[in-house]
């Protein structure tokens, strides 16, 4: 072993550090590309695996074990970890710091994009991803239901975006998705410098519990209306369905439906009436989107579904 090599590891050994750290430590060069910033510092690490509540029944899933700090801590508490990764080089240095140990035999790892794959079935979700990929991962995982709860590392203005309320600066659609199917509890700050090598911006873990019973909505006609109502976020509901664009695709969509149901086709005119009596009966002509909760959204959708008006075709 190289005079250096054999030098660095004493100095790891003395502040406590396994043989297997230093050999991750020594062979990879982290790739920006793949988001790579590992999580040093241990108290992070223990707060994450702290607020996930692991049973020694629970299967976790972990999204990006890299050279495997949250894993081996994952692996101490849970029945299974079944680990996404993308780089091969990453899988290879999570095989050398588990194999010969009792934790090899309940690591199961995918290697993968965990966007492009399937989710296997899990009960608790753990994650420190890179950050490019999070808002399609938190669909995927709102989407696919079935688990306990989720313990996920994100950039700390996104993090503050899905669990903003109504009425903070940063509520947006990504919060008003997010908290229709799930709810969203801050955990910790983390700062750049927990990580090696450091990323340009902080951290922030968020716990996300999905609901139960999630709601029984059809999502495409509540994504279509966040959608329209979003990105006018500051202005009057009255204001925004007055505006030709949205008339004229609600229109379009309205004489779809009027036809299948056999009502008289209908002109922009009658669904213009009908918008404004719906906007007066739920007192929102002066309500904008900042400042809507979910339940709000939820009574404007199911009066316009209930009077044929849609957002989807
Ligand atoms: C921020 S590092 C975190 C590493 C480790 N979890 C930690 O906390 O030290 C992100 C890890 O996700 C992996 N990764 C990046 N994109 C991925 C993807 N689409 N699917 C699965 N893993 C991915 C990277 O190779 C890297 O190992």
New binding site residues.
């Given amino acids: 072993m190289p005079k250096v090599k054999r030098e660095r590891q004493g100095a790891a050994q003395r502040k406590g550090q396994s043989s297997t750290q230093q050999a991750v430590r020594q062979s990879i060069t982290f790739?920006k590309d793949?988001?790579?910033?590992?999580?040093?510092n241990p108290m992070v690490?223990q707060s994450i695996v702290d607020k996930a509540a692991i049973k020694s029944s629970d299967v976790v899933m972990?999204?990006?074990?890299?050279?495997?700090?949250?894993?081996a801590k994952l692996l101490e508490k849970a029945k299974k970890v079944i680990a996404?990764?993308?780089?091969p080089r990453?899988v290879a240095e999570l095989r050398k710091r588990f194999m010969g140990t009792p934790y090899m035999s309940k690591l199961e790892i995918i290697v993968?994009?965990?966007?492009k794959s399937e989710f296997p079935d899990f009960d608790v979700c753990v994650?420190?991803?890179?950050y490019q990929?999070s808002s399609p991962f938190v669909f995927k995982l709102l989407l696919h239901r079935k688990f306990r709860c989720a313990v996920l590392?994100f950039q700390k203005e996104f993090a503050e975006r899905l669990y903003a309320k109504p009425g903070d600066k940063l509520y947006c659609r990504l919060s008003a998705n997010t908290q229709l199917m799930a709810r969203v509890a801050h955990v910790l700050k983390v700062g750049k410098n927990n990580?090696k090598p450091p990323p340009k911006v902080d951290s922030s873990v968020v716990r996300i519990e999905p609901m139960n019973p999630m709601p029984k909505i059809n999502f495409v006609e509540w994504d279509g209306l966040t959608r329209i109502l979003f990105t006018r976020k500051n202005k009057t509901l009255s204001a925004i369905f007055k505006s030709k664009t949205v008339i004229e695709l609600l229109s379009k969509n309205y004489q779809i439906y009027c036809s299948l149901n056999e009502i008289m086709v209908a002109d922009d005119f009658d669904i213009k009436a009908k918008i404004d009596e719906i906007l007066t009966e739920c007192a929102f002509n002066e309500t904008r989107a900042r400042t809507m909760s979910i339940d709000q959204f939820l009574k404007l959708l199911e009066r316009f579904n209930a009077n044929k008006i849609h957002f989807s075709s």
């Fill in positions: 790739n793949f988001g790579q910033h590992i999580l040093r690490v972990e999204i990006g074990p890299g050279t495997g700090n949250l894993t996404f990764e993308i780089d990453m993968g994009d965990c966007i994650a420190n991803m890179p990929i590392m990580f």
